[in-house]
Antibody, heavy 124, light 110 residues
Framework: EVQLVESGGGLVQPGRSLRLSCAAS????????MHWVRQAPGKGLEWVSG????????VYADSVKGRFTISRDNAKSSLYLQMNSLRAEDTALYYC?????????????????WGQGTLVTVSS | QSALTQPASVSGSPGQSITISCTGT?????????VSWYQHHPGKAPKLMIY???YRPSGVPDRFSGSKSGNTASLTISGLQAEDEADYYC??????????FGTGTKVTVL
């Protein structure tokens, strides 16, 4: 069974940093692209970032470009999101999600499955 | 990248059919068949319901169907059931090699 377990969320002050992690199991992690998707309180889903299976293609939403860094460690079956210069509008539940394809040349497909999410709250 | 446009809410009685639209541009929905739909019950992880515009993953009831014409994709739920009450989001790959979600539609079963 494919499992994605996020961790690292919490309460952080504006301007500070936080690193999210996602532990994957039940599939060959190194064969698939991975993504972070977030949902702010009372809002819809927002795609944040994607990384291809060998990290050759990495893309970000404009809202986080230059502040967030996605990375992965295939040997540890883990996905990460380093979040710097956090703002109140980054407050959200952050989901780790598996892509259907490897993402070579930045070509994504459908997202399945999703983790349960980790909550990030940015507030003073 | 602007969010794809969905109606904020759609409702129907049990047994009825409803359709949710998802409108984008030629740079996303209209340019690729990589349109998918997700069901999201509050407090749970979103669930894939339709991929590549019209394909249904195993385990998803056949009352869920998808289609696409031009820049607009649609999700139809036939024979609406109480457990179908949830938020639904469309999504698409984009020409910028990013991913974009729709604004979301709340489905209410009357």
């Amino acid at each position: 069974e494919v499992q994605l377990v996020e961790s690292g969320g919490g309460l952080v002050q504006p301007g500070r940093s936080l690193r999210l992690s996602c532990a994957a199991s039940g599939f060959n992690f190194g064969d698939y692209a991975m993504h972070w998707v977030r949902q702010a309180p009372g809002k819809g889903l927002e795609w944040v970032s994607g990384i291809s299976f060998k990290s050759g293609s990495i893309v970000y939403a404009d809202s986080v470009k230059g502040r967030f860094t996605i990375s992965r460690d295939n040997a540890k079956s883990s996905l990460y999101l380093q979040m710097n210069s956090l703002r109140a509008e980054d407050t959200a539940l952050y989901y780790c999600v598996k892509d259907h394809v490897g993402g070579a040349a930045g070509r994504w497909d459908w997202l399945d499955p999703w983790g349960q999410g980790t909550l990030v709250t940015v507030s003073s | 990248q602007s969010a794809l446009t969905q109606p904020a809410s759609v409702s129907g009685s049990p047994g009825q059919s409803i359709t949710i639209s998802c409108t984008g541009t030629s740079s996303d929905v209209g340019g690729y068949n990589s349109v998918s739909w997700y069901q999201h019950h509050p407090g749970k992880a979103p669930k894939l319901m339709i991929y590549e515009a019209s394909y249904r993953p195993s385990g998803v009831p056949d009352r869920f169907s998808g289609s696409k014409s031009g820049n607009t994709a649609s999700l139809t739920i036939s024979g609406l059931q109480a457990e179908d009450e949830a938020d639904y989001y469309c999504s698409s790959y984009t020409s910028s090699s990013t991913y974009v979600f729709g604004t979301g539609t709340k489905v209410t079963v009357l």
